[in-house]
């Protein structure tokens, strides 16, 4: 009886201590799938937190290069800053001892020396935006050649504008000739200009700053671009608005400096006017106009030229568009009344009827001189693959002349 109550006691507890296994295996699985997925989560949200933390230092490093550049551009306008009241004051102090030497002729000549007040008149020209000078010396109704020189009145408007001239701490720069004026020594290149002297009408210009052997060389603005470069041709078969407003990049390839910037710049002072062309067959030519002036757009943008010289035989800029508006494919002010010459052209211009120059109509591809592309009439087309047209106040050249 004892034994098998012992036998059966024994086999109760083996049961029991494999059941007590059993579960402790179980549990220790569970532990085990338990670690594994803690392992895991850590794992995750250390990647996680490593890649935000490398998005943060993305986004630092991009902070801090963008205010490298800030750093970097707010220096250069400190720096421009301080050049254009330099070139102010140095303008200033030109205008003044002109304005002296020019008192002193007054008193002793009464007519003056006509060359030194063209001179006077180009250089206030430079950094006069003031509206009490009602004085213009080159209006459009003003009937005294721009050669004439200033009576005592004048002379007194003139150094009021300049006192108060002194009191605006910036100097903006017009056109090329500005900045080859203050630096003859700066490279050809592109350079912000104001020609409409509103500060928050700033362009860029390709600047011909000549060469440093030769300063009178320098201080071209240029207004069109033709030529065929890696940058690809531009479509000059543009609206009105963009012929007034201007369009290309200057530096890259083909531009046009715009209708209203021309205005502002040529209704102010004379300025002379220079065409670089290259034929595709006959090689290099150039003509060259003393006046050259585009009126306002009430107008039509009327184009004034005179004075021609150059080594093109014939002069048909000014005998065939002196005078004529501007017109362009949705804005037709030619003289044909058949038809446009600007969409027969395939570029704005300043047409008749309709063309003896034709520098913004399309690109050529052959040298065929009967096909309607950039051309200038020669004794015959010049069929012109190359073509820089560019602009300088009158007489520019004559500021580096040694004065007496």
């Given at each position: 009886m004892s034994k098998e109550i012992f036998k059966d006691l024994h086999l109760l507890m083996e049961t029991h201590v494999n059941k007590v296994q059993e579960d402790i295996g179980a549990l220790n699985t569970k532990i085990s799938a338990l670690e594994d997925k803690i392992d895991s989560t850590i794992t995750d949200f250390r990647l996680q937190i490593m890649e935000e933390i490398e998005d943060k230092l993305e986004i630092v490093k991009e902070i801090e290069d963008k205010l490298e550049v800030?750093?970097?551009?707010?220096?250069?306008?400190?720096?421009?800053?301080?050049?254009?009241m330099n070139s102010s004051s140095s303008s200033l102090a030109s205008i003044n001892t002109h304005l002296s030497h020019l008192e002193q002729r007054i008193v002793d000549d009464s007519t003056g020396d006509p060359d030194n007040c063209s001179l006077l008149?180009?250089?206030?020209?430079?950094?006069?935006?003031?509206?009490?000078?009602?004085?213009?010396?080159?209006?459009?109704?003003?009937?005294?050649?721009?050669?004439?020189c200033l009576?005592?009145?004048?002379?007194?408007?003139?150094?009021q504008a300049v006192a108060s001239l002194r009191e605006s701490p910036v100097f903006l720069p017009r056109d090329c000739s500005d900045h080859h004026w203050q630096h003859p020594e700066a490279p050809t290149g592109v350079f912000q200009t104001f020609p409409t002297m509103d500060p928050k009408a700033a362009r860029d210009?390709?600047?011909?700053?000549?060469?440093?052997?030769?300063?009178?060389?320098?201080?071209?603005?240029?207004?069109?671009?033709?030529?065929?470069?890696?940058?690809?041709?531009?479509?000059?078969?543009?609206?009105?608005?963009?012929?007034?407003?201007?369009?290309?990049?200057?530096?890259?390839?083909?531009?046009?400096?715009?209708?209203?910037?021309?205005h502002a710049l040529t209704y102010r002072q004379p300025y002379e006017v220079r065409f670089l062309m290259h034929d595709m067959e006959r090689g290099y030519f150039e003509a060259k106009y003393s006046?050259?002036?585009?009126?306002?757009?009430?107008?039509?943008?009327?184009?004034?030229?005179?004075?021609?010289?150059?080594?093109?035989?014939?002069?048909?800029?000014?005998?065939?568009?002196?005078?004529?508006?501007?017109?362009?494919?949705?804005?037709?002010?030619?003289?044909?009344?058949?038809?446009?010459c600007s969409a027969s052209n395939g570029g704005g211009w300043w047409y008749s009827r309709c063309h003896r120059?034709?520098?913004?109509?399309?690109?050529?591809?052959?040298?065929?001189?009967?096909?309607?592309?950039?051309?200038?009439?020669?004794?015959?087309?010049?069929?012109?693959?190359?073509?820089?047209?560019?602009?300088?106040p009158s007489g520019y050249a004559r500021r580096f002349e040694p004065q007496s």
């Open positions: 800030m750093e970097e551009t707010v220096e250069e306008e400190l720096s421009h800053l301080a050049w254009s008149v180009d250089k206030v020209s430079e950094v006069m935006n003031d509206p009490r000078f009602t004085n213009e010396l080159h209006t459009e109704n003003d009937s005294r050649p721009a050669s004439t009576d005592e009145e004048e002379v007194r408007e003139l150094k210009s390709w600047c011909d700053m000549g060469t440093n052997s030769s300063k009178t060389s320098g201080g071209w603005t240029l207004i069109l671009r033709r030529r065929n470069t890696t940058w690809g041709l531009v479509d000059f078969n543009r609206t009105w608005a963009e012929y007034r407003r201007g369009f290309g990049t200057p530096g890259e390839g083909e531009w046009w400096f715009g209708l209203g910037a021309l006046n050259f002036r585009v009126e306002d757009e009430s107008s039509n943008f009327r184009l004034i030229t005179e004075g021609f010289s150059g080594n093109v035989s014939v002069d048909p800029f000014l005998t065939h568009h002196h005078g004529r508006p501007f017109s362009t494919w949705d804005r037709d002010n030619d003289e044909w009344i058949a038809g446009s120059t034709a520098l913004t109509a399309v690109f050529p591809t052959s040298p065929n001189r009967d096909f309607r592309s950039i051309r200038w009439l020669d004794k015959g087309w010049l069929i012109l693959d190359d073509v820089a047209m560019m602009i300088r």
